[in-house]
């Protein structure tokens, strides 16, 4: 099995989920199309790793919820077990600000501040996110699930995504402050 796949199980063994609900779980730790997940699925039904009920749906064609089974957390229990393979990192900002001295410092302030951007908005959503599992684990702010909680896994990585987006964006604000001044906007001559 690949890691997608024990992906899914791992997103399995906390609740029943659709499809469709799985790829939008997974994204943020794995970049996964329907292409993909579907099949998969299909697959580790055919295993005995995961079952399917069916659901009515009105205006919608019904659709099939997941669940693991003992097999699939037994699968997942081993896995675990396993040692990791190294982090991947794909970033194309990141060949970018190699070579960032060709640009002009506008450009490379926008490019930069762009970043800066999207690392605001992933604050935003992870705080959203640990205010949520908060709530349903009702922990206090400074409190932090037991491990063998059904949240400890998730409070533990919505963690990390705050950590890691904070450490980005306090780059990012530090790569513009050593930018040289943009230039000033000329004015028309009359």
Known sequence: MNTLSYGLLSLLSLNPQSGYDL??????????????????????????????????????PDKKVYSVTESGRDALRKWLSEPTD????????????????LSNPDAARALIEER?????????IF???LETI??????????????????????VLVQRALSS???????????????PPGKKPETEHL
């Open 165 to 179: 987006s904070r450490s980005d964006l306090n780059w990012c604000e530090w790569v513009v402050s050593l930018l």
């Open 86 to 101: 190294a982090p991947a990192l794909r970033d194309a900002l990141m060949l970018k600000i190699f070579c960032i001295s």
């Open 116 to 124: 800066a951007g999207y690392y605001r908005c992933k604050l935003d």
């Open 23 to 60: 790829m939008h779980r997974i994204q943020p730790f794995w970049p996964a199309k329907h292409s993909q997940i579907y099949p998969l699925l299909s697959c580790l039904e055919k295993e005995g790793l995961v079952q399917f009920e069916t659901v009515a749906q009105t205006d919608k």
């Open 134 to 155: 908060r709530e349903k684990a009702s922990l206090e702010e400074e409190d932090a699930p037991v491990f063998g909680s059904p949240y400890f896994g998730s409070y």
């Open 127 to 129: 705080k959203e996110k």
